[in-house]
């Protein structure tokens, strides 16, 4: 894991926004207070620039560790230089856990989206942690299958679903990860993380040129707005309507 901009005497602690975003992810928000205890007390914070490296594909991982502010993004390069990006993840987000346990090389590299916070924790107390606390292990299993459900839900709309459907779904989950909490009924939704067309592109697995073609055909619909500053979800039920029909066509 790459080590981040600030030294290690910079902002040593997470910030209570940056605590209470991980404390009240899905899975951290579970587990018992005295493991979530003992992973804020030994976990160390790093921050990166955007864009800065945080772990390198093929590089021995040494790390467990969860976004708190920002965002990370996961790519894959093939054998033959392709690159593929598997995920955007936000804040209160773990990865790195299966790593860790092959006590293997990292099977992707992960850059900071934006200025990002991570709390990270070594793979020595990794393990101290499954030794001490019974519940951890379990915690993790439940962890993976989440994930492994995702990975199958991924691949079955890559597969089955045209690229409208596709981009639909993902501008939702993308929205729903880091947009507002609590949207009011009918307002208009900010994504939340900002992505040039490359970006969606590399996300698809399709050309930029197609991306914007489908993202032109949703503005002129009146369900998005596209601008500098990110893609505003105009229309929620529209976008949930596309992504619907053209799955079931």
């Known amino acids: 894991m790459h080590p981040g ?9 997470l910030s209570p926004e940056e605590r209470q975003a ?29 864009g800065e490296q945080i772990v390198e594909q093929g590089q021995l ?17 093939s054998p033959g230089g392709q690159r593929v990006t598997l995920a955007y993840v936000e804040p209160g987000i773990w990865v790195g856990e299966a790593e860790v346990l092959h006590r293997g090389p990292n099977t992707y590299d992960a850059h900071a989206h934006g200025r ?3 709390l990270c924790v070594a793979e020595a107390v990794f393990r101290q942690l499954l030794h001490q606390h019974s519940e951890f292990g379990e915690a993790l299993l439940t962890l993976q299958a989440r994930r492994m459900r ?21 501008l939702l989950h993308l929205m729903r990860r880091f947009g507002p909490r609590q949207p009011q009924p009918g307002e208009e939704i900010p994504l939340g993380i900002v992505l040039v ?11 930029r040129q197609r991306v914007n073609v489908e993202l032109k055909a949703m503005e002129r619909e009146g369900v998005i707005r596209v601008a500098q500053r990110g893609i505003t979800v105009c229309q929620r039920e529209l976008l949930e309507l596309i992504a619907q029909r053209e799955a079931q066509e």
Do not use: N
């Open 61 to 77: 991982a040494q790390h467990w560790f969860a976004c708190a502010s920002g965002a990370i993004r996961f790519r894959r390069t």
């Open 5 to 13: 901009t600030d030294r290690p005497s910079e902002h040593p602690f």
């Open 150 to 170: 995702f990975l199958y839900w991924m691949m079955e709309d890559m597969a089955t679903l045209p690229l409208r459907a596709r981009l639909a779904k993902q």
């Open 116 to 118: 990002t916070t991570m």
């Open 197 to 207: 067309q490359d970006e969606f592109a590399q996300l698809l697995g399709c050309s």
């Open 22 to 50: 991980i404390d009240r992810g899905r899975w951290f928000s579970a587990l018992s207070p005295s493991l979530k205890h003992d992973i804020f007390r030994l976990g160390s914070v790093r921050r990166y620039a955007h």
